[in-house]
């Protein structure tokens, strides 16, 4: 199973970008996708997801407002429009994908992870 993230990059607080993954390596039985984010030093904690079949949305309190997750099935991707950036948002940001139903908001559900991308919000 591979997932490809891209889309990161280096923006000024306030501004925005857009995170995308491909997920056409994503497992046949795939419940949910969704990002996770790691800031230098600390945990990684989960950040959005979106489940595969219905587009149930649900996010962290610290974005929501401000991210929002899309997927396109016939694409195979999965999107994170990320908006009013602060430089508390600066992390490298992973793609997941689980095929679970439990523990979503926690690591142990992901068993599919793609690489990361860095996100750097200059104040």
Do not use: H
């Not at 079949?53 to 099935?73: C, L, N």
């Not at 689980?98 to 991308?117: K, P, V």
């Amino acid at each position: 199973v591979q997932l490809q993230a891209s889309g990161g990059g280096l923006v000024q607080a306030g501004g925005s970008l857009r995170l995308s993954c491909d997920a056409s390596g994503r497992p046949f039985n795939t419940n949910v996708m969704g990002w996770f984010r790691q800031a230098p030093g600390k945990e990684r904690e989960f950040v959005s997801r979106i489940t595969w079949s219905s587009g149930m949305q649900y996010y962290s309190e610290s974005v929501k407002s401000r991210f929002i997750i899309s997927r396109d099935t016939a694409k195979n991707t999965v999107d994170l429009q990320m908006n009013r950036l602060l430089p508390e948002d600066t992390a490298v940001y992973y793609c997941v994908a689980s095929t679970q139903y439990y523990d979503l908001d926690f690591e142990r559900a992901y068993a599919y992870w793609g690489q990361g991308t860095q996100v750097t919000v200059s104040s």
